[in-house]
């Protein structure tokens, strides 16, 4: 049953009780179509960081795991041995200073037949009729055929079979790639394999290393992003990117931050990082850092979106509490202007050089460079003020026209520098995000803000494994109210974004934004999701003054113009039914799309029984009707008819 909330005189009461079969109007809300503030063009982005096997195994689109035998305890994970061959990682004949293992198949005298070895990826690997191209490392004697294929595991059936003459000789490596086309398989549970004509090896042993299988890429880029996820995330619609953390850009201590100088160049060249995220068996994930910087700023290229790099700025996640500040973090400020200089530096600059060496003649487009992740914590408070403005200074200096956002609002001097921008984070229960609706009201506007990082990750003391209804209703309400505060809250994006169903553990996750695994069709859009799609896909450039006849809650809204179309962004954080009136004077058409579910309703892994729904819809008698269903998000985009 609808609130009736239009004032308290017995007359409407009586009318209340009188008309209690017809729809009663909880809330008449009437859009100005003048006055407001401007919206800023930057809201609804992404937050992204390798975690989990969200790059790794995730959106990077190279599909075999441990193909760089890294990590402080490497191993043979994700390998086996075909036919009768040992496989033992080697020392003896490293790739490279970066890579200095590589995979050792030694093959018994008098061996027949075909052998070699198997990668079953990340768990499994997504196969599809697409075109693949496979590449390694080769080293030992052998002139003869080598075979690639993509296998069912269980099943045995070969979904494509790839031979080749290869040339290789026991004093260098040699460099193969290859390219063949696959048949559809029925699930993700494959495996890539490679062989070889045993005889020609047999008593002898042939050394591999830096294995790699690539799908087609996101607009066909080289060492590109996985089109399965990446579709889902430019569908999305939003406006920035930020990298490459968070967390893992901290790392567990100075000496295994996120380094960009380790991140570019050739494959062979990237030493690989430990990840920041402890499994449940106590070991670390290892990253082979095949995303690098110069793969960050080709995914803002090819999505347009706006780059947030992070800086790494003397605080990793060490429990001692060793942050680095004074003199010591001069080598740090200096390294952070090395990585601006490769960015945006000419073919004349020494990392504008390197740059250029790299594949990459032009410079990228930056403007905003975030100090730091989140500085209130891990000890970092106390010296913030002090490390955050000796970056900010190094980098005006340098580089007037950078936007310096601080990763905290907290601890900071009295006088804060002009000009900087501020992110505030988010995570908590539902409860937070509704008492957060107001949170920016009345904030300084000299001091825009960005919210990098929210998400609802828990319902009346339950921690999520993905967003509920009721959760995505809650983020629906904290956008309402960052879109109103537009003006000074320019970016915000929910965290984390991407969750490998094999990469993590029931026990110790988050909820995420997008879902997969390598089945076809992997790919799974959280309610969360669709609220952001929804709130990014309908934007307007004003926000605009609405006259409502009663106050916030349940129903939410904030509404905004973009030249002759009007948008309203309704919430309904409750379990029963609203119905709205809009006015929007000069519309007489519009669409309404429709999120709606129980409150513990969610999409997750193999199943998403809520989707947005769009139907066209007309007003009468000057007003739209609209009917909000308990637990809904909707946005209404109205426009007069032949505009
Ligand atoms: C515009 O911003 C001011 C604060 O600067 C605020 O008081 C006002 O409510 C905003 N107007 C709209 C339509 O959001
Ligand atoms: C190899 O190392 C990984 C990660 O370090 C670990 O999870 C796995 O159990 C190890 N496997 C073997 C066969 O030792
Ligand atoms: C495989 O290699 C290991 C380590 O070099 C060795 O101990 C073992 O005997 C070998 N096994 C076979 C079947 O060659
Ligand atoms: C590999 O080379 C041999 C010898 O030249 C030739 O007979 C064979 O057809 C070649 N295989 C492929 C797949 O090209
Ligand atoms: C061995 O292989 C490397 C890499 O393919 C090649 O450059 C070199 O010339 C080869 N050496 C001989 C002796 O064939
Ligand atoms: C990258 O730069 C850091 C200094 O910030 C240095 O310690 C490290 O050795 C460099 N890595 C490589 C591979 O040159
Ligand atoms: C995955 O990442 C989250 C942070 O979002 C972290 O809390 C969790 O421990 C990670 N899980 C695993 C299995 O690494």
New binding site residues.
Partial sequence: MALYRKGFSLCQMLLSFCCLLAPVVALELTVSTTGGNHSSPYLYGFMFEDINHSGDGGIHSQLLQNNGFQ?S?????AYAAVGNVNLTLDTVNPLSTALPLSLRVAVPAGASGAVGFSNSGYWGIPVNADSYVSAFYIKGDYVGEVTVRLVGASSGTAYATDVFNVTSNSTQFTCIETKFQSAQAPDGNNIWTLTFDAPKVAGNALYFSLIQLYPPTFQGRTNGLKPSIANVLQDMKASFLRFPGGNNMEGNSASSRWKWNETVGPLYTRPGRQGIYR?E?V??L?LIREQGLNEYFQWTKDMDLVAVLGVWDGLSLAQSGNVITGDALKPYIQDALNELEYILGDASTTYGKLRTSHGYPNPWSLTYVEIGNEDHWWYGGPSYAERFTAFHDAIKSKYPNLVIIASTDEYFPVQKPEGIWMDYHSYGPAEKFINEFNKFDNFDRKFPYVVTEYACVSIDGAHLRQPTMQASVAEAIFMIGMERNSDVVRMAAYAPLLQNYGGYTWKNHEPNLVLFNNDPNGVFLTTSYYVQQMFATNRGHTILPVQSDGPFGPVYYVASKASSKYYVKLANYGSSTQQIQVKIEGTNSGLLTVLSGNAGAANTFGSMPVLPRTTPVVPTSGAFDIVLPGWTVAVLAAHMKGQ
């Fill in positions: 990590g305890n490497p191993n043979l994970t499994t068996t070991v670390f290892w």
